[in-house]
């Protein structure tokens, strides 16, 4: 994994209008609450058929951005796809959706974010797709964007910050 020690809160002051801050609409769930990372997004109406797929490659310190449009049908990432996505060296997970396993989920060493819980697993229709910016919490998510997390917050950048 990629460490560096870093507050978005500084970020945001270093860097101002060079920022994108997302709206405060995320909880924790992974071990890790500071991650970051270059993102690559999946969308994933309740089908996390790409986010497995996404997760199953090797994550060089990257950010898995999935959007599941915030439906509250079934949850897009649980116990078994984080743990792969620790094994496949991902920085992070941020799901505009819901996650199941909380209780797991805290013990894995990545950076989850989600709009909170839910127990049903979601359909494998399918459905999705990969690469393409997505928009939620007021900002969009572009793939090669960088996104930092933390506890005060998320925020993207077009590039690395230092």
């Not at 500071?34 to 950010?63: H, K, M, N, Q, Y």
């Amino acid at each position: 994994m990629i460490t560096m020690l870093f507050a978005t809160a500084h970020l945001c002051d270093e860097h101002g209008d060079l920022v994108r801050v997302a709206e405060p609409v995320f909880r924790d769930f992974g071990f890790r609450r500071s991650f970051f990372g270059p993102v690559t997004t999946v969308t994933a109406p309740g089908d996390d058929s790409l986010v497995a797929a996404a997760i199953e490659e090797t994550g060089r310190g990257r950010v898995l951005v999935v959007d599941g449009g915030g439906a509250g049908d079934c949850a897009l990432l649980g116990d078994r796809l984080a743990f792969l996505a620790y094994e496949h060296n991902w920085s992070g997970v941020v799901v505009n959706g819901y996650v199941r396993d909380s209780g797991e989920l805290e013990s894995i060493d990545i950076g989850i974010k989600a709009l909170g819980t839910y127990p049903r697993r979601s359909v494998k229709s399918g459905g999705g797709q990969r690469d393409v910016p997505v928009t939620f919490a007021g900002v969009e998510f572009r793939p090669g964007d960088w996104l930092y997390a933390d506890a005060d917050g998320l925020l993207l950048a077009d590039t690395e910050l230092s």
